[in-house]
Every structure is written in structure tokens, then in C-alpha cells.
């Protein structure tokens, strides 16, 4: 005879939504870009464990990240795109978000109303110049901060802001960090002088400043050159690394301001060439 199951007898084991906090999908994306960059490949299970998400929520986020060629699909998974050397600049910016807005703020404290300062693309110059606009003595819209940048995405954010007044170099955008490169962006940087250049980085030892992509080097370099103070501003995953491009040798990075994770060889070895550095 059929046994009825009691009615108090209790359903099957389900994650609770009151114990649970659900990541959005940027974040989750952001979440298995970083695993499979660091890792190499990542597997749904991993996924699952990882991020407390179903096994389909994980399949679309795979889809999701294969259709844009960020990762290349494989049986339960994914690996790095061999085509694809850096995610774009949307899935980069949560990550080590407090230590870049700490980086950010330090390197804010020092542009004065009436400075020229440049800035480079990426996450990091990106919360620098949001820092900028919000400083207490950048009020009178006839005493700007002239900020001179190749980040179209920066440069529409500034536009609005009565009291800085953009200057943006000429090029081709690339969609992954909205930065302009090619002749256009380095025919206008040796007529132009820049007080402080604050530069992003993908990597920097006691060698020098690198970065992913060789159009963007070499316009950061041109930004360099501009620059009467260099100051590179990253997080400290970015110390002793380095990346497919040399932006500039260390001795023309006059500053390096990073968060206070950084270790301390590599900030000796940074000290040791030079280049004063900065703890946030």
C-alpha cells in the first residue's frame, strides 16, 4: 500500500533567499572572467560551488561570456579565449574596487584647481577622474582642471562638469578600454604639456610601466612624454608584472601609488630603482 508522505515532513534541501545574497549578472560575469584569467578554465561545478548560483544560471553565464569571445565553451566549462588577452573594461571594474578607490583619492588630493593632468584609459584613471570632479576647491568654472585624455569613456563622463575642461586625442577606439590609439592619438601629444600624468598600468617592475596592448602603449607613452610628473596609479596585483607592452622604462615613472597590499619586495625593488611609492 502506498505510504503518504506526512504533512509535515520537510521539502527537499533549497538554498534560502533570506540566507542567500544573489550577485547580479555583471557581477557574477565579472566573477568567472577573473577565475578563468587567473586559472586558465573554469568547470560549471566550480561555478556552482563557488558563486551559489543553479548549474543553469551557470551554463548561460558561460554562453553568455563564449558568445562575446571572451572564453571558448568546452564540455562542463569553459577556458580562456587564446584570442582574447584582457576582458573588457565593463567586467574589470569591480574588481579590487575599494583598493582603487583608495588609489584613486590619493591621487585626486594632489590636482589643484587650474592644473592640466592627463589620463590614460582604464578602471583605476577612470575613478581617478571621478575623484577629481569631486574636489572641495573645484568649484569655479573659470579656474578648470584641464584634463587631457585618449579614454573616450572618461571624456564623456568630464564633459559635463563645468569645471574641467577636456582635451581628447584623435585615434580609433578600441572596444575593449575605450581608449583612442593609432597616429591620430600620438600626432597631437607632442604639442600638447601636461602637468601630472596619472597612468593606469597592466603591470610595472623595476624595469618599467607595460600594458596589454601595443596601439595603447605606444599612446601612453606618447602621454609619458607629454608629462612633466608621471605618476602610475594600480592596484597591487599590478606590481612585479608585467604585460605584452612597454609603456616606458621605470626611471620616467616619478610616483607609483598603490594600496597597502602590495609586498613589500616589490615595493623595495620599485624604491630600489628610484621610484618613490605610495601606500594607500
Known sequence: MLQRRPAHSPAPDRPS???RIEMSRHDRHSAILDIVMDEGSVHIDD??????????????????????QLVTRTRGGAIANPTSTEP????????????????ARAAAAMVQPGDSIGLNGGTTTTEVAREVVLLPDLTDPDIPVTLVTNAVNIASEMTVRQCVRV???????????FELTGPLAELILPS???????????????????????????????LVDAAHRVVAVCDS?????TAFALICPISKIDLVITDDG???????????????VQLV
Do not use: C, W
Request: proline share 2%; no cysteine.
Open 88 to 103: 573588457p573594461l565593463r567586467y574589470r571594474t569591480s574588481r579590487m574596487a575599494d583598493e582603487k578607490t583608495r588609489i
Open 262 to 276: 602590495a609586498s613589500a619586495d616589490q615595493v623595495a625593488a620599485l624604491r630600489q630603482a628610484g621610484t618613490e
Open 167 to 177: 582635451v581628447v586625442t584623435g585615434g580609433i577606439a578600441r572596444p575593449r578600454s
Open 17 to 19: 533567499s533570506s540566507r
Open 192 to 222: 600638447i604639456s601636461v602637468g601630472t600624468l596619472f597612468l593606469g598600468v597592466e603591470g610595472i617592475d623595476e624595469r618599467g610601466a607595460y600594458a596589454q596592448h601595443d596601439g595603447e602603449a605606444a599612446v601612453n607613452a606618447a
Open 237 to 241: 596585483s599590478k606590481l612585479g608584472t
Open 47 to 68: 561555478i556552482i560551488a563557488r558563486l551559489g548560483v543553479s548549474a543553469a544560471t551557470a551554463r548561460r553565464d558561460l554562453d553568455h561570456l563564449a558568445d562575446q
